[in-house]
């Protein structure tokens, strides 16, 4: 058996009481983070980087942004110096970030000077040489139509590829960032709680998981005084699923058919909580099941139990899905796999590394992932449990705290 908590079947929760703190990420956790990546920095010989992708400017300063077309980039410097290039819509929220030494402006993208000039200004005011510049890209990532210069194109020279720099050191999550990710599975399971109570037949998915997403949201909003998403895309609180034949896609689209005895229902749960993030999924029955649907069920559980089993400090990333392939051709549904077991998960979704053949990372103490093999049938549908799972110093352990097995999972017709 995988060493996960013993779940309680699926029930109402009585309200919490409000609390008056929750887990967030310190300022001086930040600049430790930069000091970090500052020293790697000047390992390598280089005199200043420059990070363009959104979620590393997260991870280094807890400047959570919306991208757009306009660029906005975070500048490393000697001497611990950092800075922001924004545009005048983030201006006051850029200033706003602590241990940030200069924060510079240009109005609007495109503009009469493009935004990247001053990139390369702010680079040439600290003296970086272009070809001892580091960058995670050469120049800001195409994104909402943007078009513009590469970093190369005005500093003479292509930078040196630096993005191993802050990422080697996302896979490791300190302790506030797991217990950021715990909070976040602890509400993705009271949400998909309520909404699994809520399914009823003869309704659309929208109509069983809109309310419940929402209750739990305003429980969230009362309970941590205080929190906000962190991300913008999102009230900071998911809960919903797929049924029917769409599941038999692994991204599978809601369709709003209307929930109907004998449907297979694969459901997502998750919660923002200081910009981590968590992913609970589970398949569940509508009704009595089929004896097609009892064994493609278990030969799902045993693909995901088995790579729990795997996973462990030291361990190939590739030998937990290599284990459940092998399960998998023994069970007879290799050729029902459509993706790799899992991913890690933190800031973003899907983050490196991954629970893939084709991934030569070890798995490490710290590194969170989701572990989620599943199993797709045409006519059937899909099978898919996704739990978020640590690696501790002697294993691992199951942070999404809900019941993976058949019987706790059938809705009444």
């Known amino acids: 058996m995988p060493p996960t908590r013993k779940a309680a079947a699926p029930k109402a929760r009585a309200k919490k009481k409000p609390t008056s703190s929750f887990p967030q990420v310190a300022a001086e956790e930040f600049a430790a983070r930069r000091e970090a990546v500052g020293a790697g ?17 997260a991870y280094l300063t807890g400047f959570h942004h919306i991208p757009t077309e306009r660029p906005i980039v975070l500048i490393l410097g000697p001497d611990g110096y950092s800075a922001l290039v924004v545009p005048a819509v983030e ?15 240009y109005f609007e993208y495109p503009g009469a000077v493009h935004p990247m000039e001053l990139v390369a200004a702010n680079l040439a005011d600290i003296n970086a040489r272009p070809k001892r510049t580091g960058a995670d890209h050469d120049g800001y990532v ?9 970093l190369s ?13 802050v990422e080697s050191l996302r896979r490791m999550k300190s302790a506030t960032e797991i217990a950021c990710i715990q909070l976040s599975c602890d509400w993705a399971a009271r949400a998909h709680r309520r909404m699994q109570g809520a399914i009823r037949t003869g309704k659309t998915e929208m109509e069983c ?27 900071g609180l998911q809960a919903m699923f797929v049924g029917g034949r769409s ?27 200081d910009g981590y993030h968590s992913e609970l999924e589970r398949t569940m029955i509508v009704g009595t099941p089929t004896a097609e649907q009892e064994r493609a069920f278990a030969a799902m559980l045993a693909l995901q139990s088995r790579a729990i089993e795997v996973m462990a400090p030291g361990v190939p990333a590739g030998e937990v899905e290599l284990a459940c392939v092998q399960l998998a051709r023994e069970l007879g549904v290799e050729g029902s796999i459509r993706h790799h077991v ?17 991934d030569d990372a070890v798995l490490e103490p710290g590194m969170v992932f989701t572990v989620e093999p599943g199993v797709y049938f045409k006519e059937l549908g899909g ?11 002697d294993g691992c352990r199951v942070m999404t705290d809900y019941p993976r097995d058949l019987k706790d999972l059938i809705i009444s017709a």
Request: a negative charge; proline letters at 7%.
């Open 41 to 57: 920095v000047e390992a390598a010989g280089l005199d200043a980087l420059a990070v363009f992708y959104p979620a590393r400017i």
């Open 91 to 105: 201006k006051e929220h850029a200033e706003s970030v602590p241990g940030i030494d200069h924060v510079g402006v």
């Open 142 to 150: 195409p994104y909402w139509g943007y078009r513009g210069p590469r």
């Open 153 to 165: 194109d005005l500093t003479g020279a292509r930078p040196v590829d630096a993005e191993m720099l």
């Open 209 to 235: 998981y809109v309310p419940a997403a929402t209750e739990t949201l305003f429980e969230m909003v009362a309970e941590m005084p205080g929190w906000r998403p962190r991300g913008y895309s999102t009230t």
């Open 247 to 273: 599941t038999a896609m692994p991204h599978g689209f809601v369709k709003g058919h209307g929930i109907a005895a004998g449907d297979v229902l694969v459901s997502g749960a998750g919660a923002d909580i």
């Open 342 to 358: 899992g991913h890690s998960i933190g800031l973003e979704g899907h983050e490196a590394p991954f629970l893939d053949r084709g």
């Open 383 to 393: 099978f898919r449990h996704s739990d978020t799972v640590v690696i501790t110093e």
